[in-house]
């Protein structure tokens, strides 16, 4: 049966409508933050509230030196020259980096002179004032540094590099975004409108999906990362192609166009 050169131009035209139609809708999947309203406030709620298992760094600092000895694990009144004045040595952590204490399961740490102290659902700036107003009484114009050294997060599933995040100490504004990027963005095989963000607050699990592509994801709880988030990236309709991806698919749809329009040469020359 022979095609006529109407028919096939018909055909051909069909056959480019559809691509186009995929193309779209594809894009629609894939583009991030493609709908909804601009989003201009910016949440003031990104800073990290500390937790049991968590690691601090702690550091104390004070005009007076003596009265900061008892604040650290070893003292030496001979550091200075035999000055008398004397300095705190850390022997894990020289140079005024402070020392470590972890939280324990009921929220507290064991601090040198004020004993247990409960610091579990401040946030780090909340933690700095408390322990600054506690050390007023022992040391003269106290300074006190936290920093928080164990921030991570876990990001599973369509990821380029899925795996344990750490994020640098003194880091507390992370984003969900950023989290995702330092995974090395999701693959073309990642759900991005149905991301899975599972987070441990007060003692229960909490869940929260949140679609990548539309601009409310910004008012989302969960748009700010907390330490321990799991995230995990559901395979999309494109997953469903065993053993190929996005850029085979299209690059089989120009072969296929491109073998369309030379029959049609073909059928136009013999005519």
């Given at each position: 049966?022979?095609?006529?050169?109407?028919?096939?131009k018909?055909?051909l035209?069909?056959?480019?409508?559809?691509?186009?139609l995929?193309?779209?809708?594809?894009?629609?999947?894939?583009?991030?933050?493609?709908?909804?309203?601009?989003q201009?406030?910016?949440?003031?709620?990104?800073?990290?509230?500390?937790?049991?298992?968590?690691q601090?760094?702690?550091?104390?600092?004070?005009?007076?030196?003596?009265?900061?000895?008892?604040?650290?694990?070893?003292?030496s009144?001979?550091?200075?020259?035999?000055?008398?004045?004397?300095?705190?040595?850390?022997?894990?952590?020289?140079?005024?980096?402070?020392?470590?204490y972890?939280?324990?399961?009921?929220?507290?740490?064991?601090?040198?002179?004020?004993?247990?102290i409960?610091?579990?659902?401040?946030?780090?700036?909340?933690?700095?004032?408390?322990?600054q107003?506690?050390?007023?009484?022992?040391?003269?114009?106290?300074?006190?540094?936290?920093?928080?050294?164990?921030?991570?997060?876990?990001?599973?599933?369509?990821?380029?590099?899925?795996?344990?995040?750490?994020?640098?100490v003194?880091?507390?504004?992370?984003?969900?975004?950023?989290?995702?990027a330092?995974?090395?963005d999701?693959?073309i095989?990642?759900?991005?409108?149905?991301?899975?963000?599972?987070?441990?607050?007060?003692?229960?699990?909490?869940?929260?999906?949140?679609?990548?592509?539309?601009?409310?994801?910004?008012?989302?709880?969960?748009?700010?990362?907390?330490?321990?988030?799991?995230?995990?990236?559901?395979?999309?309709?494109?997953?469903?192609?065993?053993?190929?991806?996005?850029?085979?698919?299209?690059?089989?749809?120009?072969?296929?166009?491109?073998?369309?329009?030379?029959?049609?040469?073909?059928?136009?020359?013999?005519?």
């Amino acid at each position: 049966m022979t095609i006529s050169s109407h028919s096939f131009k018909s055909l051909l035209s069909i056959f480019v409508l559809g691509l186009l139609l995929f193309s779209c809708k594809t894009r629609e999947k894939l583009v991030y933050l493609q709908k909804g309203e601009d989003q201009t406030k910016v949440q003031p709620d990104y800073q990290v509230i500390l937790r049991p298992d968590d690691q601090l760094n702690i550091m104390v600092g004070g005009s007076d030196m003596e009265s900061l000895a008892p604040f650290q694990f070893f003292y030496s009144a001979n550091a200075q020259g035999g000055g008398g004045g004397g300095m705190m040595q850390n022997p894990q952590m020289m140079g005024g980096a402070g020392l470590s204490y972890a939280i324990d399961i009921n929220g507290n740490i064991n601090f040198p002179v004020l004993g247990f102290i409960h610091v579990a659902g401040l946030t780090r700036l909340q933690a700095v004032e408390f322990l600054q107003k506690q050390l007023e009484a022992y040391v003269e114009d106290v300074v006190v540094n936290v920093q928080l050294m164990n921030f991570k997060y876990t990001v599973l599933g369509q990821v380029r590099t899925p795996g344990v995040q750490s994020v640098p100490v003194g880091t507390e504004r992370l984003t969900i975004l950023e989290a995702i990027a330092k995974a090395g963005d999701l693959q073309i095989t990642g759900l991005r409108n149905n991301v899975l963000l599972i987070r441990e607050t007060n003692g229960q699990r909490v869940e929260y999906r949140l679609d990548l592509t539309s601009k409310d994801l910004y008012q989302s709880p969960a748009y700010y990362i907390r330490q321990n988030d799991v995230i995990y990236v559901e395979p999309n309709f494109t997953a469903n192609f065993q053993g190929t991806n996005f850029q085979t698919f299209t690059q089989l749809g120009t072969t296929a166009i491109s073998i369309f329009l030379s029959l049609y040469t073909i059928i136009s020359l013999t005519k």
